[in-house]
């Protein structure tokens, strides 16, 4: 796979880029406040006792690339200011319990750049309660199958359990007592379900909790621990704020909320399959020992900068009516003809890193846009990528029959690798800015409304200071070419302020028909055009010479063109 980061280190106007594109590269200053904070590594999780402070060292989780000493500054937030608040001083971010309250909050931890740029981690604090501050109720095996309670902010719940085993419910809260009139109720202040305990359970047990949602807020349960597997998990109007755990496996899982944790489901006995339905999940990691029968999710987002994954032998059906970001991770295990990943439909934006497995024979992804941290690399080729809005990230595929992006391509790499037909057609609506696309063999035709700082290469290699990509147009040379590859055409069509082409380089042994719109021949000293054996024809008007460019069926090195830093370079 080409490394989209080595267009950037020498791209032609500046020399102080060195990994991630921006819109304009001439602006330094820009493309330093990008890379000024950078997360090396998630903060943990943690688990805190009441009453007990913290002290965590960001240093350790954050970097600023392009400085020697430290210049990142830091805030932290808290969601639950009457359970945690948070100071920092310097890099040390304080994590301290209000006197005498325990529950789970979420932190948001900023760290800003020199610049100004800045990158968000969110961390689960678990404050648990004093012995004075706990109770624990038993449910199944005779002790009652199941439990009401009214939380702190007046949402209600009630837990029930069912089958094999039995659950222990960890309640934290002031003056906590249960009673027995009219059914099982736990009462008191500030009450909260730290989470769940059962043992014994089997393919045949369940839990169920039916919550309640507010404009004060929603019921939430802790971490849920089993030793075994489940029927059933049924959480309707709740939310899971902490891990899920149960080696043997779930048939059903209907978990409305989740947030912020990891939920590890071991493998179903007799090949059966799980059943997975959410409203909404964020920042939620899945791991399934079982393939899965369906996903249906109303949507999966990632509110900060650690991608989650959803892993799994297999998925037949994964439709979402909002976003899915979690990034696939398909072992393809005993799929059927196999295929990976059946059918796929996504309302919202895909994201997150897919592995080899996971998108095999996934013949088109009919999306509403293909985030920045999207990695895919797809074994088999793709029909086609129906994106009706943007379109970033990586993505790797022997071949893509065609790719319509309504909005634009920013910040994208393509890097398509069989011999042959390896794109179609790319038609984009808006501009190409900051992207790459890389064929082994031919590209049919591009449409967009710009080509800027970007390169569209078919057939190239033997490039020059064992570089991937060619540094400058000059770069490229008759060995060049290591296969016979054509771009059939490249239309732009900006809008009367825009550059149709702009810092770009486009190369093939064949080039057929480039209308740029308009280009700026004057490119501050730094080369950029079309290498080839031969181009069919090329257009563009030059704001620089206030002339247009007129060329058609260069075919010898002695007929190349040279306008300013633009040239048509024949090899």
Known sequence: MVDLAILWRRRRRTTDVARRPVTRVTESLEARRLLSATLVQPIPNQVLQQDTPTAIDLSNNFTDPQFFVPTLTYKATSDNLKLLTTSINGSQLTLAPVAGQSGIAHVAVVASGLFGGMVVDDVRVEIKPSAARSLDVSLGAGQGSSVGFRQADHTHGTISYSGPGSAIVHFAGDNLHLSNSGGRHVSGQNVLVMGIDVTGSTNASSITVRGQITRKGITRIGDITSDGGFNRLRFVRTQIVGDLTAPGGVRHVQIDYAFEGNMTLGALSGGQLTD???????????????????????????????????????????????????????????????????????????????????????????????????????????????????????????????????????????????????????????????????????????????????????????????????????????????????????????????????????AASHIGNVSAGSLRSNNGGSTFGLAAHSVGQFSAFDFTSKHKLAYSQLATPSQSVTVGDFQILIV
């Open 276 to 506: 997975v339905r959410n409203l909404s999940w964020a920042d939620e990691n899945f791991s399934n020992g079982s393939p899965i029968s369906l996903i249906r999710s109303f949507g999966w987002g990632n509110s900060d900068n650690v991608s989650e994954t959803l892993t799994a032998p297999y998925i037949n059906r994964l439709i979402s009516r909002g976003s899915m970001t979690p990034g696939l991770q398909l072992s393809g295990l005993g799929a059927p003809h196999n295929v990976a990943l059946r059918n796929f439909r996504v309302r919202g934006t895909i994201g997150g890193a897919w592995s080899a497995a996971a998108t095999a024979n996934i013949h088109s992804l009919n999306v509403r846009g293909i985030e920045s941290d999207f990695n895919a690399t797809f074994a088999s080729p793709l029909r086609s990528i129906n994106d009706s809005g943007s379109l970033g990230g990586s993505i790797t595929a022997p071949s893509i029959g065609s790719i319509h992006v309504r909005g634009s391509m920013n910040e994208a790499s393509l890097d398509l690798t069989a011999a042959g037909q390896d794109l179609g057609s790319l038609s984009v609506g808006g501009s190409i800015v900051n992207s790459l696309i890389f064929a082994a063999g031919n590209v049919g035709s591009i449409s967009a409304r710009t080509l800027d700082t970007s390169d569209v290469l078919a057939g190239i290699g033997n490039l020059p200071n064992g570089e991937t990509i060619p540094n400058a147009l000059t770069d490229v040379s008759a060995s060049s070419f290591v296969a016979s590859a054509t771009i059939g055409s490249i239309s732009l069509h900006p809008s009367a302020k825009q550059l149709g082409l702009s810092n770009a380089i486009v």
